[in-house]
């Protein structure tokens, strides 16, 4: 165990929500910020997923400030945009949410961010997909079948379903005759149910945790495709953040000094981050 | 540079050309592209010019605890309900009354007898003006006319329908209680959705011609039924443009004016808007200028005056706006 453990450990017990830009205290080399925007937890859930989300950060970001001896603030994102925000307004110089989320927000404020480790799902999944559903009496059986179809699709900022998904129709050879983007499962799945168009692409987790049970019986939805996976949740750091403390965090994430993450994270352990380089990053 | 009509209709022809030549070159080559009908836009607020301009007048202190809703009678008298219970104020701001809940308040409404109904999570309660308890009716339960989780009602004349989260519905009631119909409910049979509220923000208004107006926030959308629960009409789409619910869901709160404008009021991005009642954005009130990022559940309501009444519970505060045209 390192010597630094015996450390007193500085870890302010406020949780606070983004955008509390007055009652939070600022991100700085020496304290970690971390914005957390996690579709499956119980303060950030996706409206689809809300009754199942059940992931706790409050004891994970105290436990890895005792282990780090690093004074660790948490900060809930409610929304992936507030995220985003929260990255771009140099609110936060660290985060937990969708690899994309911080990649892209990072990108666009001119900061960098570097994943240290990933987190699995309370399933332990480590990969997002975007689900294709159609009504489950439509005739569409295949991603082809959309071509000259209707389909609903999620701003860039969910790349599951936008990205990813038009990469899978581009794959499947299928031109949709129109794309209307729609942000959240509960209007793509009621635009669906309602016939307004033929298909729309959800997080993989709507499906795996029955969320479109808010909008219909489930058994009213069929899947026709999925895109190709991505990694999901990552655990990153900004540039700002010292080496040393990113390597403290870095041993009690994956290295040396291991944390056991408590029972409210849902997950066995944080994974070694996939590699990932999506083409949009590279454009300007 | 002016747009005279010569220009405009040059500038027509020249886009239809345009159209009609790119159409040509992607039949002739196999380009195919789809077309976005969402008109959507990722963008942060956009304050828009409207035709009428809200100009706050004042900011007070609720002083109820944790908000829940507001109020206001037929003679401008301020109703506020929330974790501490009722509190009465006139129209120049000083308290006339206040009184306590037997549990956490969530909505309050005044009829034009007077009589104030607070609804609790599962039961609603009667008071007169001065907060003597008249009666109470309402059990919680599954079935029509059983409550799940009461998050606003309104009172007109002798019906009171109350906004009932937990069933994702609304459930009409006359004013002793007696159980009339459900608005908004689910029905697989019709491939009819209803309201959908993935989180505990459903507010409605009746009209004065007996609509029920009702913010529907998984479709982000203002939607209409007839008291026997209809549905007449919706107007709304999904978006960040100011004309639009920002997703997702809203609106949280809506309002009715005194002249039948509807005020919505939304979460993630709180602003307030007023509508028409076909849907056209007459007024808007930024983020920006009055409320913290943080601020959702921001019940309204309006008076006489055409005042507007925003309940801003992070900070536990009221705003009031009057709304008119810009000078000039």
Known sequence: ?284 | MSITRTTYSGRLAAAVLVAVAASWACGAVGCRKHTDISGYEEIGERIPETELRAERVRTFEAKVGELRGIAIDADDRIYLVGSLGVRVLNGEGAEVATWKTPEDARAIAVADDGTVYVALTTRILTFDRAGKPLGAWGAEGTRPGELGHVTSLAVRGSDVVVADWGKLCLQRFDTTGRFINLIGKRDRTKDFIGILAPSAYLDLAIDRDGRVVVGNPGRLRVETYSLSGELLGAWGKPGYQPERFSPCCNPTNLALTRDGNIVTAEKGLPRVKVYDPTGKLLAYISQRDYFPKEAKGMDLAADSKGRIYVLEPFGGVVMVFEIGRPPG
């Not at chain 1, 303060?43 to 436990?63: M, W």
């Not at chain 1, 997909?129 to 209707?150: H, M, Q, W």
């Not at chain 1, 010292?242 to 994956?254: F, K, M």
């Open chain 1, 1 to 284: 165990m390192r010597g630094r453990v015996g450390m007193l450990a500085v870890v302010l017990g406020a949780v606070v929500v983004c955008g509390c830009g007055r009652q939070t205290p600022s991100a700085a080399p020496d304290r970690i910020v971390v914005g957390v925007c996690d579709p499956l937890a119980v303060e950030t859930a996706s409206p689809c997923v809300r009754a199942s989300a059940k992931r706790e950060y409050g004891e994970f970001v105290s436990a890895l400030g005792r282990r780090t001896g690093l004074e660790i603030v948490l900060k809930y994102c409610a929304s992936d945009r507030d995220l985003s925000e929260a990255i771009a307004a140099g609110e936060v110089n660290a985060a937990v949410g969708k690899t994309w989320t911080i990649l892209r927000a990072a990108k666009a404020s001119g900061r960098t961010f570097r994943r240290l480790a990933d987190l699995p799902g309370p399933g332990g999944e480590s990969e997002l997909t975007g689900v294709f559903i159609v009504r489950r009496d439509s005739p569409l059986k295949t991603l082809a079948d959309l071509d000259g179809r209707t389909v609903a699709l999620g701003p860039d900022a969910a790349y599951e379903k936008s990205h990813a998904a038009r990469r899978a129709l581009e794959a499947a050879g299928a031109t949709p005759r129109a794309v209307r983007v729609l942000d959240g499962c509960v209007p793509v799945a009621a635009a669906v149910f309602e016939k307004e168009l033929d298909a729309g692409v959800v997080s993989h987790y709507v499906v795996d945790f029955n969320g479109l049970a808010l909008v219909s019986d489930p058994d009213d939805f069929r899947v026709i495709g999925r895109t190709a996976p991505i990694p999901f949740m990552t655990f990153a750091v900004s540039g700002e953040v010292d080496e040393r403390h990113g390597g403290d965090l870095y041993d009690a994430l994956l290295g040396s000094s291991r944390l056991k993450p408590p029972v409210g994270l849902q997950t066995a352990g944080f994974d070694v981050p996939t590699t990932w380089s999506p083409p949009e990053l590279e454009k300007k």
